[in-house]
């Protein structure tokens, strides 16, 4: 027994010493990392012997009470205990040597020096230890490269099953004749709704603080003046009652945002927000980790590259969240095709803009002579000011309004896309930003709740609103009838097919019945309205094209009108027809726009005789419907059954569905992705009536948020959170329409920037009290601006309706008579004061929402100006030009007049010749700001050149 523990004990001694690699066998390392890592080692030697002896001993103490039992055992049974004993401590013996047989002694440790591994043999010549050397090396990368060769290989198994089944499933399709790599479809089945991370330079940070400074000023200055509200809303007219003030409120969407500071600033306010730039401007920054593998990362190289070359056109599906790709050519013949529909559309010769703005002013001006519109109405819509005056803000820019398709995938089967069937299409008119968006907005602040009123206990706002209602009808037991069935109806092409005449009969009928307006108010009302719907145009690719009939998807009074439309239609043409009066026997009718339940009383039989004569006259008015009728129907996303005299209630998810959700990796606040889990589940429970459909929905939105990167801890906390709330609660909720206020926030809004949200709120809470004294009780709300996604990066639909504009060699536009041409003689890439600026030679003199620059010729070092135009960039010259002149000190409104003035007073009278002139960049016109003012602070334009001049306008 005493051998077997010295054996023990010499084993397992030896092999705890610590194995030391030969990172750290350099000589060249100081004596005090030495040092350090000698103590450490011995510690963990000593560690090592001390749980060593006491497992020994423990062994050892087992061995002797055994050995005691023995000896009152006969002779047989105390040989085979022998046995079986000596058999375990060999095995024993062996479990503690293989376990530390990796920790073999190739360095001794000392306390005070580590002694460096043995060299070679020394019988070797030195020829042969450096190919020793070489083949240990040559051995060790040959080793790693095989390993690295293994990991891609196993990477590479992993990502093809991926793809497949990314093939298999609604993520991505691919209707293009192009070759989509692998590395494509991982990128882009991370959906549409996916954000990259992408470092915030610090320009957008300081920006981003000068607008809140704005703001800030702004609230002191009314906490000031004792106005917490900041109530800016028009005076009351006298000719009109108060009631009907009321309702031509002004909407907030339609408010310019404030330009400039207050004219009287509190001193204490200025030092608090240069501390907050100073405190923004030296937060210190660090480059964030990617999101995105390195096979994400090439397919979204691949995506923007092939999109870039319009060589494939991306998009997401109508319904499902799915994503699709197109050949450039089959989206464009789709949109040429419905362009140059003689019946829907006419081209025109020129840009009509202009005339357009002109007509609606002219308009406008007259109905504000006859007191049924309002000069401040008139402001919000254009931008006229009383003295006939422009506003600047980029709120009333007049942009090119273009359309796109939605693809509608849902109606497409496994074969149809197996054969890569281009799905059915809509066609949508982004008319953001066009000559009559602003109207469009202010026509659906009027129309918004006269259509509530209008289809009062038919439409239905959303899924809770469309569930109250069959609570309630369950409650008084209206499919209490076994041959009770349900049935769903969807009109045909709702907004391209509403005629226009017919909707304008409707809203007078809308407008007369549910409101108290004078009759000219209504006049003027349908005259706007009318006025809206005739000037439709679109640009697509240079050409411009007038709508001719039908009401625009996508313009923000086209659902309003929808909604009042059907109602109309159906109540005051169709259902009062004695041809369909016999066989309608619809009851309990709910609607959202263009989609129709109710509880029909009758067989199925009878419903299509129905729907046949509904369609027959509908069609003279270009209104058809589809549907059926059962005990089982899909409305929304809910799934109806008639089950024992009640309709149940379950999810419905349509089949081409993408089932995916925001992936955990995105770039989002980390707020949201709780938010989107706890709604989500709060959606099942609300939809499902019966307590089986509820488990099955709540676990199949598990699943998907799990296969979406979610945490089960992240899940289950959020689903014990929806499991407390009581479904019968949630349907009691009153409803009320009403517009959320937030006179008591002040928003610093900033893109999102984890680290400098943590900057901002630790400021904030420093300074609680001196913030409080100059707002008073206005709360201070960080907000993120999301990042750029997939959508925005890679669905380019405005970009697709616009023509590539070739790179030049300059950027003259070489138009007879421009003057500006002269002057733009800058090269692609020029460095004024050790800063490199590139010019973008696809622009020229006609571009509008430009960034421009002008170089002094005769300064040394040179003297430059960077501006920014909303129009195009030889009328903003030509404006610069018109201040070269020295009576009533014209020079003074202009830094490049009052540069020449100043300097070279003797060129004076060569005005803009003086300078070389170039278009560095164009952008969106709410971004003219931002651009303009990064150009300025990287060149420090505004300290060391022409832009620190402050004109006098």
């Known amino acids: 027994m005493d051998l077997l523990s010295n054996h023990f004990e010499k084993d397992l001694f030896s092999s705890i010493r610590p194995r030391i690699g030969k990172t750290f066998n350099s000589r060249t390392l100081e004596d005090k990392k030495q040092n350090i890592l000698d103590q450490c080692r ?43 004993s000596y058999s375990y401590e060999k095995k024993l013996l062996q479990e503690f040597s293989k376990k530390h047989q990796k920790k073999v002694d190739t360095h001794v440790m000392r306390r005070e020096k580590l002694v460096p591994p043995p060299a070679p043999p020394s019988d070797l010549k030195p020829e042969k230890k450096k190919k020793h050397h070489r083949t240990l090396k040559v051995r060790r990368k040959d080793r790693d490269r095989k390993r690295k060769e293994d990991e891609k290989d196993r990477k590479d198994r992993e990502a093809k099953i991926r793809v497949s089944t990314i093939k298999k499933s609604n993520l991505v399709h691919n209707f293009s004749t192009q070759e989509v790599p692998d590395e494509a479809y991982l990128y882009l089945a991370l959906g549409s709704t996916f954000s990259t991370v992408r470092d915030v330079s610090q320009h957008d940070h300081m920006f981003d603080t000068k607008l809140f400074a704005k703001k800030f000023a702004w609230s002191a200055f009314h906490h000031t003046q004792g106005n917490e509200k900041d109530n800016t809303a028009p005076p009351l007219d006298s000719a009109r009652p108060p009631d009907e003030f009321q309702r031509w409120t002004e909407p907030s969407s339609m408010k310019p945002a404030a330009s400039g500071h207050p004219t009287e600033q509190n001193r204490r306010v200025a030092n608090l927000m240069t501390d907050l730039q ?135 089967s496994e074969e149809d896309f ?86 304008m009969e409707a809203l007078k009928d809308a407008l007369t019945t549910c409101t108290d307006y004078p009759r000219e108010v209504i006049a003027t009302l349908l005259e706007l309205i009318k006025f809206c719907l005739e000037n439709s ?109 009640r309709a149940e209630t379950s999810l419905f998810i349509k089949p081409t569905d993408s089932e995916q959700y925001l992936n955990r990796r995105s770039d989002h606040s980390t707020h949201v992705f709780p938010g989107i889990i706890y709604s989500q589940f709060r959606r099942a429970i609300t939809i499902c009536s019966r307590e089986d459909d509820r488990a099955a929905a709540i676990n199949y939105i598990y699943e998907k948020f799990a296969s979406s990167g979610y945490q089960a801890e992240e899940l289950d906390k959020c689903k014990d959170r929806a499991l407390q709330l009581d479904r019968e609660e949630i349907l009691n909720q009153h409803r009320t329409v009403s517009r959320r206020k937030n006179d008591g926030i002040l928003t610093f809004v900033i893109n999102h920037d984890p680290g400098m949200v943590r900057t901002l709120k630790e400021f904030l809470r420093e300074n609680e009290q001196a913030i409080s004294q100059l707002i008073g009780d206005k709360r201070i709300v960080i907000s993120e601006r999301r990042g750029p996604n997939t959508a925005s990066t890679l669905f380019a639909k405005s970009t697709f309706s616009q023509l590539v504009n070739p790179r030049g060699t300059d950027q003259r536009c070489r138009a007879r008579g ?47 100006y960077v501006g920014q135009t909303i129009n195009p960039l030889h009328t903003r010259l030509n404006n610069h030009r018109a201040c070269f002149k020295l009576s009533n000190f014209k020079y003074e409104q202009s830094a490049l007049s009052f540069h020449v003035f100043d300097k070279h007073i003797d060129k004076f009278s060569d005005k803009l010749n003086n300078f070389n002139l170039g278009v560095i960049t164009s952008t969106s016109p709410k971004d003219l700001n931002r651009t303009e003012d990064f150009y300025i602070y990287i060149s420090k334009a505004d300290l060391i050149s022409l832009n620190r001049i402050k004109v006098v306008s």
């Open 42 to 84: 011995l510690q963990l030697m000593e560690l090592g012997k001390e749980e060593a002896i006491a497992n020994l001993r423990s062994t050892q103490e087992d061995h002797s009470k055994l050995v005691q039992e023995a000896h009152n055992l006969p002779a047989e049974q105390y040989m085979d205990l022998m046995n079986h």
């Open 278 to 412: 100073n405190a923004v401007e030296q937060k210190q920054k660090h480059k964030r980790k990617s999101n995105l593998t390195h096979r994400e990362r090439k397919g979204f190289v691949w995506c923007k590259k092939m999109v870039r070359e319009r060589k494939i056109y991306i998009s997401r599906a109508d319904k499902g969240g799915s994503i699709y790709l197109f050949d450039t050519n089959t989206v464009d013949d789709i949109i040429s095709e419905t362009l140059e529909n003689p019946a829907k559309f006419e081209e025109l010769q020129q840009d009509p803009r202009k005339n357009i703005r002109q007509d609606l002013n002219t308009l406008l001006d007259e109905k504000v002579k006859d007191n049924t519109i309002l000069p401040q109405e008139h402001f919000l819509i254009t931008g006229r000011t009383e003295k006939n005056g422009q506003s600047h803000s980029h709120d009333f820019v007049v942009n090119k309004p273009h359309t796109y398709p939605l693809f509608k995938g849902h109606k497409l």
């Open 418 to 503: 197996e054969n890569k069937k281009i799905p059915p299409t809509r066609m949508v008119t982004a008319s953001i930003g066009g000559p009559t968006y602003r109207l469009g907005i202010f026509l659906n602040h009027v129309l918004a709740p006269v259509s509530l009123k209008y289809c009062e206990g038919e439409l239905v706002q959303d899924t809770t609103h469309f569930l109250q209602e069959i609570r309630n009808l369950n409650e008084q037991g209206a499919f209490s009838n076994p041959s009770t069935r349900i049935g769903t109806l969807d009109v045909d092409a709702l907004y391209p097919n509403i005629s226009r005449p017919l909707a």
């Open 537 to 645: 145009v679109v640009h697509y690719r240079g050409r411009w094209f007038k709508s001719l009939d039908g009401v625009p998807t996508g313009g923000p009074e086209s659902g309003s009108i929808a909604n009042i439309f059907v109602k109309w239609m159906l109540d005051k043409r169709l259902l009062q027809d004695p041809s369909i009066t016999h066989l309608d026997r619809m009851t309990s009718r709910k609607r959202f726009l263009d989609d129709l339940w109710f509880i029909w009383r009758s067989t199925e039989r009878a419903f299509e005789n129905f729907k046949t004569a509904l369609n027959n006259l509908g069609i003279h008015f270009c209104f058809t419907l589809k549907g059926e009728v059962g005990t089982t129907v899909e409305f929304l996303d809910v799934k109806m059954e008639l089950i024992e005299g």
């Open 818 to 864: 421009c003057l500006t041409c002269e002057a733009m003689n800058l090269d692609r890439k020029l460095i004024v004061r050790d800063t490199t600026i590139k010019l973008d030679f696809s622009l020229n003199c006609k571009s509008d929402n430009c960034i421009y620059i002008a170089i002094c010729k005769h300064c040394v070092p040179c003297e430059f």
